[in-house]
């Protein structure tokens, strides 16, 4: 049976991915109602066409799913960073909507109906997001809830955190802003952050609806992760100050913000560390 057909256009930069993205695709065209359009970026991979391989092997064994949607896949020549992948895709989207996933991330099969459902009926909504869960065995599929709570983002309380991680995020095609290029850390963060700031209504659905299978901040015991991911939600606040979005004592206030809870998980990732490593020696 064909499932029915919404106009969102899915977009999914690729770089050396070819162990993670057939689960990111999967879980796209295993959706209860399947986006117009699927873009993969490949974003100069350089893995001697690993991920190029594994991107055409995608495409031909689902044939009958991309009969009925659009499969577009983009080579770019150099890496550019998941600013440039996603805005490559997002240029030549068709879908009223864009909807975003990493390639090493993954969807609910309900995430594109109930997220589509809620922008078509409140098309003051610019950009909605929901929850997103790390998980570690990637068996996590639950039943939805019929009954959820959707409240409105506020500039104040992405100020404390980025409330919205890129994989839960679903916007309208036609915003002028795009991912700053070149920028590769909290690029994302600027980006939610210039929509709102611009008087743009964001929403927040309050379900679980998407799936990470790597830490945000540190994953790797990688204490360099941790401060390239500061130094790049730093630059985010120094850039909507160079916008003139923010008053300077904003921006210091954000800055010593920013600092504390670098601080706090540098402390909590040697905590954890320096316990692992005396229940080893016990």
């Known amino acids: 049976m064909k499932k029915n057909i919404i106009p969102v256009s899915v977009v999914i930069p690729c770089y050396c991915c070819s162990d993670t993205i057939s689960k990111a695709v999967d879980s796209v065209i295993s959706q209860t109602v399947l986006p117009c359009e699927l873009i993969l970026i490949d974003d100069g991979s350089e893995d001697n066409g690993k991920t190029k391989s594994v991107i055409e092997r995608i495409r031909d064994s689902n044939v009958v799913i991309f009969e009925q949607i659009n499969f577009n896949l983009l080579f770019l020549e150099k890496n550019s960073g998941p600013s440039g992948a996603r805005n490559a895709g997002w240029d030549c989207a068709g879908g009223d909507y864009i909807a975003f996933l990493d390639a090493d991330d993954s969807w609910h099969p309900e995430k594109l109906r109930i997220q589509y459902d809620y922008m078509k009926s409140n098309p003051e909504v610019a950009l909605s997001g929901h929850k997103s869960i790390y998980s570690k065995s990637r068996s996590h599929l639950h039943p939805i809830i019929d009954s959820f709570n959707i409240r409105v983002v506020s500039k104040f309380s992405m100020f ?26 909290a690029e994302d963060y600027l980006l939610w952050l210039l929509i709102i700031l611009n008087n743009h209504l964001v929403s927040y659905i309050d379900l679980e609806l998407a799936y990470s299978y790597k830490r945000d901040y540190g994953d790797g015991g990688l204490t360099n992760n941790l401060y390239e991911c500061h130094r790049g939600v730093v630059d985010t606040f120094r850039k909507i100050l160079e916008a003139k979005k923010i008053s300077y004592p904003v921006f210091l206030v954000l800055l010593l913000l920013s600092y504390f809870k670098h601080f706090n998980r540098l402390f909590i990732f040697y905590f954890l560390k320096i316990k692992v490593f005396f229940s080893i020696r016990t």
Do not use: A, C, H, Q
């Open 160 to 185: 404390i955190s980025n409330r919205l991680p890129t994989r839960s995020v679903m916007l309208k095609r036609e915003i002028s802003y795009r991912f700053l290029f070149g920028k590769r850390n």
